[in-house]
């Protein structure tokens, strides 16, 4: 199996690409710049291209670029940014899996998304068929999953891979939370009530060679453990794990001073399920906050 992948460099990327390699595929990094390698091939996001022949010896894509969620403090520029950082790339994408299509070439697509799609739900369960919900994360996840609308329409097998908070003994999504707890300063936000939709960056992994192996899955997929917790649960697991406190609570306003307007969506509720990859028979290595948080506290071994 041939495996294209965008934003190969990141996080989950980088996991995903060793995953491949190490169960035999072959992994194609698609690279802004020029290849420098012999897995890489280029492709311009920005312009909204991709040589149809970049793909066209693929058996599957996995989407992963865009700008980072967190990585700056957001203004009307750089929300701009985080859109047309997904939309025209996967647009792109899309057209020219769609022209494979018409020529007999059909690619499973695992296409990037997140859990912003369901907005601040508060005790209300999500599956894949909730509603989405109000605020900017859910315009641009929808405007995100809109754009492989040419592909879908032209027979292509598209899944959209809601991504919950990734973790990893890195830190994935929660770097600072888990550098502050390591240094015993960590606490919930707030009251710490919030469902976080919380997964391993291994099972994360997993769930995406899965949905490589199984295109009939297509639409919505949510990528959380089936092990609900709200979010002081998750960072008291964590720091138990690493023998540390967790008692000191950071007040919202202070998040909000910290991050700005990204802090309403750190502190939403979403109760995420993943009912189609259990309905699959996906089987999670860490469903449950013990295991999870025993895994994220043992830092890896390559």
């Known amino acids: 199996m041939r495996v294209a992948i965008t934003g190969a460099s990141g996080l989950i990327g980088s996991a ?14 698609l690279v ?12 311009d996001p920005d312009s909204q291209r991709v040589d149809v022949e970049t793909l066209a010896d693929c058996d599957g894509l996995v989407s992963l670029h865009g700008a980072g969620i967190g990585d700056r403090r957001w203004n009307a520029s750089y929300k701009q940014e985080l859109v047309t950082s997904r939309t025209h790339g996967t647009t792109a994408l899309g057209y ?7 020529h007999g070439h059909v690619v499973r ?3 990037g998304s997140a859990v912003g799609f369901y907005g601040d739900r508060g005790e209300e369960p999500l ?3 909730s509603t989405p919900g109000s605020g900017f994360l859910s315009e641009l996840t929808r405007a995100w999953e809109g754009a492989t609308l040419p592909a879908a329409q032209a027979g292509v097998p598209v899944a959209f891979a809601r991504t919950g908070i990734v973790l990893s003994p890195e830190g994935g999504a929660l770097v600072p939370l888990l550098r502050m707890i390591r240094l015993g300063a960590g606490g919930p936000f707030g009251r710490g009530r919030a469902w976080w939709p919380w ?9 995406l060679v899965f949905l490589l192996h199984h ?12 092990g609900e917790a709200r979010q002081g649960e998750v960072v008291s697991a964590i720091a138990r794990a690493l023998r540390r406190p967790s008692v000191l609570p950071v007040p919202p306003p202070a998040l909000r001073v910290v991050v700005g307007e990204f802090a309403g969506d750190i502190l939403a509720s979403q109760r995420m399920r993943p009912e189609v990859l259990l309905d699959a028979g996906f089987s999670f290595r860490h469903a449950d906050l013990a295991t999870m948080a025993r895994w994220v506290a ?4 390559d």
Do not use: C, F, K, Y
């Open 32 to 43: 802004r710049r020029s290849p420098t390698a012999d897995h890489e091939r280029r492709w």
């Open 199 to 207: 997964i391993t960056l291994d099972d994360h992994v997993r769930a």
């Open 109 to 111: 697509w695992i296409s």
């Open 127 to 129: 599956t894949e068929a």
């Open 298 to 301: 043992t830092p890896r071994r």
């Open 96 to 102: 020219a899996l769609r022209t494979l299509a018409e």
């Open 16 to 29: 995903l690409s060793q995953m491949l390699r190490e169960s035999g595929a072959d992994v194609v990094h």
């Open 215 to 226: 295109p009939e899955i297509t639409g919505p997929v949510n990528l959380a453990s089936p």
